[in-house]
């Protein structure tokens, strides 16, 4: 069984270069071993980088004014290169100092869940994914009384149907409402704001609803005590939806991103693309009626029937487990929708460097003030799938090139991945921004101000 890391309250929002500083030797030696994972990393990265930018111009992604001074110079320090051009601006500009307390809840909650190493790995893992990272944050307190949020670790996609090996989620709610009643007996912070200080994953297909199929989800609806809080959800789309109906966050499905660099060190994103139009995956040919709804509203059934046997796309029905090493060879990934309109092919795609292809009409795309997804991806309508060939011939005759080149800036990559470790610029950094965007929600800033209005 995995355990959660325990706790350090070391700082250093960036990959911790502590092994540059003053221990002695033989401690040295220790952390080298320790981080030699990260160097191995930071070699790798920066192989990325030089290589990409002996041919290319940086393109800022994202307004990083978050920047923590301290481990950019660590940064700057290590690796000297020039992506990183964001203002040294100091620590206390950071995510506006930003505190978040994570509730220690019995392991039933979480951790249990982890003795199968699935877990921590599978597309719905952003929730074991973001509990770690902010365990070893630097945003993390331990004094509840000076938070902003109250982070909540319940892990409800874990436990696997021994049917067909999907996620059960029918216990979610159980789950979830038993860990409120705890924690809200237990500490006065829930009641005292009703819950709209705290925060949840639900990386599940309609969020927070807690059904894989659109209609019970939609009949099932929030549950009234998440009604009031902060849901970071893989789920999103840009009209109403029941399942969207509370403060959330848009966040990406989970790929582990130590398998995309394992698929990098062996097929760079600049190497050689020899698949056109690559999609592997569910493709039922028959379709069934599920209560009234058919998976993928059949766009699979439609690409199928009208691409399969073009020899210019790739498409395959059977999970395979050199998965990685096809996108990473492919210039087009289609990413429909499956039961939910996102998919853990987007971030695939994009951490692989193939040109996203989302048909899913609406959708609603994660941390979209940050990655400008119209110039990484393509979008078709559902209606147009059976025209995806002219399309895609169209963009690979004009602008190809340059959806790549924007695609290939590392930041990208770097945005939609979760690390252990929170890294400026990556997925939970992304997380933690957003959320210091909703501080008015804070109940101690509230009380901060209400005080300084009382002075003056
Ligand atoms: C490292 O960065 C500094 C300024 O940021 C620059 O003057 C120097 O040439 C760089 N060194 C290398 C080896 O690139
Ligand atoms: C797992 O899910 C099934 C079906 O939803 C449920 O009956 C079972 O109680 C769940 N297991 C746990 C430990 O919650
Ligand atoms: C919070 O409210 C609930 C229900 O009103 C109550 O049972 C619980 O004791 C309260 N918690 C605290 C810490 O006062
Ligand atoms: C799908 O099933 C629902 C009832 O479950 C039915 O009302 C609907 O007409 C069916 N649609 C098609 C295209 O068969
Ligand atoms: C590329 O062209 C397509 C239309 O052919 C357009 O939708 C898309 O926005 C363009 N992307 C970029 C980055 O220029």
Known sequence: MEELKRPTRRRGFYVRMRLLHKNGRQQDKNLCFKYYKWVLWFSLTLYFFSSYFISHKPIPLSKTRFANSKSNRALIESVNTTFLHQPTSNNKGS?????????????????????????????????????KALLNSDVRTFDPYEADFFFVPVYVSCNFSTVNGFPAIGHARSLISSAINLISSEYPFWNRSRGSDHVFVASHDYGACFHAMENRAVADGIPDFLKKSIILQTFGVKYNHPCQDVENVVIPPYISPESVRKTLEKSPVTGKRDIWVFFRGKMEMHPKNVSGRFYSKKVRTDIWRRYNGDRRFYLQRHRFAGYQSEIVRSVFCLCPLGWAPWSPRLVESVALGCVPVIIADGIRLPFSNAVNWPDISLTVAEKDVSKLGMILEHVAATNLTSVQRNLWDPSVRRALLFNDQAQQGDATWHVLSALSEKLDRSHMRSRLQSESDVDT
Do not use: G, M, Q
Not at 109 to 121: G, H, I, K
Not at 122 to 129: D, N, Q, R, S, T
């Open 95 to 131: 995510l506006r100092d930003l505190k978040i307390y994570v509730y220690a809840l019995p392991s039933i909650y979480n951790t249990d869940w982890l003795s199968n190493e699935r877990c921590s790995n599978h597309l719905f893992a952003a929730e074991v994914a973001i509990h």
